[in-house]
């Protein structure tokens, strides 16, 4: 099959563009150009993309003028100065701030960053600072991140993010079961107490289930 550029819906509602180069047996061999959040962005980054699938190729020369005479640019990769999600990155902080969890965790702009990032888009946290980009933010980077992991593995950590939530919800004495299904057709089942502030997770452990 020949190279092609074709335009998918993302989980976050944008428009993805990419270059499909090659697909057998269903896997297909892509590269990512960018997202898109409206029809002027999609057509600058299918511009780039062709650009990219024909590079090397010459260009005629249609004696369009000189661009050190007029410094109009004709021909050659279009620019794409800035992306920024705005509306959706300022309504993210926002519901990120009333549910508490800014506070929970003292203004940790790393974790803030890396939660609403797999909001826009579930991936890694290598790829995150991918999504942050095209969100328009600069995130940190992945060294810091890595060493912010072991604070945000503390039972501590996870307990004030939970009373947090428990308290936006208006939770009180209560208890919780939680399943988490894989692939595998288990479930890891885990119950969560509310007393008074405090939040309590006991995991029960892995449980085989039946086939589906």
């Known amino acids: 099959m020949s190279p092609y550029v074709r335009t998918v819906k993302t989980a976050s509602g944008a428009t993805a563009v990419q270059i499909v180069y090659s697909m057998r047996r269903g896997s297909r061999q892509m ?11 999609v057509e600058l980054l299918k511009a780039a993309a062709y650009q990219r699938l024909h590079a090397g ?5 249609l004696g369009l003028g000189d661009p050190a005479a007029d410094g109009v640019r ?3 990769p279009l620019p794409i100065t800035a992306s920024r999600m705005d509306h959706l990155w300022d309504a993210l902080t926002r519901g990120y701030q009333v549910l508490g969890l800014d506070a929970a965790t003292g203004g940790d702009e790393v974790f803030r960053q890396l939660v609403l990032a797999r909001i826009i888009e579930p991936s890694s946290k290598l790829d995150a600072a991918r999504v942050l980009g095209e969100a328009g933010e600069v995130g940190a980077a992945y060294a810091t991140l890595k060493r912010r992991l072991p604070l945000y593995a503390k039972a501590s950590w996870r307990a004030g993010l939970s009373a947090a939530c428990a308290a936006r919800a ?4 209560a ?3 939680l399943y988490d299904v894989s692939v595998r057709h288990e479930a890891l089942v885990v119950r969560v107490e509310v007393r008074d502030t405090t939040v309590v997770l006991a995991v029960a452990g892995a449980v085989k289930l039946g086939a589906a």
């Open 175 to 177: 208890s919780l079961v």
């Open 170 to 173: 208006h939770l009180g004495p």
């Open 31 to 41: 590269e990512h150009v960018g997202s898109a959040h409206d029809d002027a962005e």
């Open 57 to 61: 190729q010459g260009e005629l020369d």
């Open 74 to 76: 004709r021909g050659g």
